[in-house]
């Protein structure tokens, strides 16, 4: 059975950072591009990055330009968002993604995680 689960997410303070996870099982990522998406409370799910099957290739919203780092650990199976200088509009259920193709900034990826839950707060 093909499964994404995302963990890392938490209460922080704003200007503080987090380091979300996304491990799979049941399928190989290494041929996989990966995506981050999020969601806000009553707002529409939103890409936030991706990269490449191997590596070599990221993108990234611009509201998260600069403050957040995809990468990816084939070797584990896994992939993470470090998120650093939070704000609280980047609070938001935290979803991860496969793509068996290259990266898109739409919502057709093909396995989707459940989420973890960020919350940027004083």
């Known amino acids: 059975q093909l499964q994404l689960v995302e963990s890392g997410g938490d209460l922080v303070q704003p200007g503080e950072s987090l380091r979300l996870s996304c491990a799979a099982s049941g399928l190989f990522l290494a041929s996989s591009a990966i995506a981050w998406f999020r969601q806000a409370p009553g707002k529409e799910r939103e890409w936030v990055s991706c990269?490449?099957?191997?590596?070599?290739?990221?993108d990234y919203a611009d509201s998260v330009t600069g403050r957040f780092t995809i990468s990816r650990d084939n070797s584990r199976n896994s992939a993470y968002l470090q998120m650093n200088s939070l704000k609280p509009e980047d609070t938001a259920v935290y979803y991860c993604a496969v793509r068996w193709n290259s990266c898109s900034r739409g919502r057709d990826y093909d396995t989707w995680g459940q989420g973890t839950q960020v919350i940027v707060s004083s």
């Open positions: 990269i490449s099957s191997g590596g070599a290739s990221t």
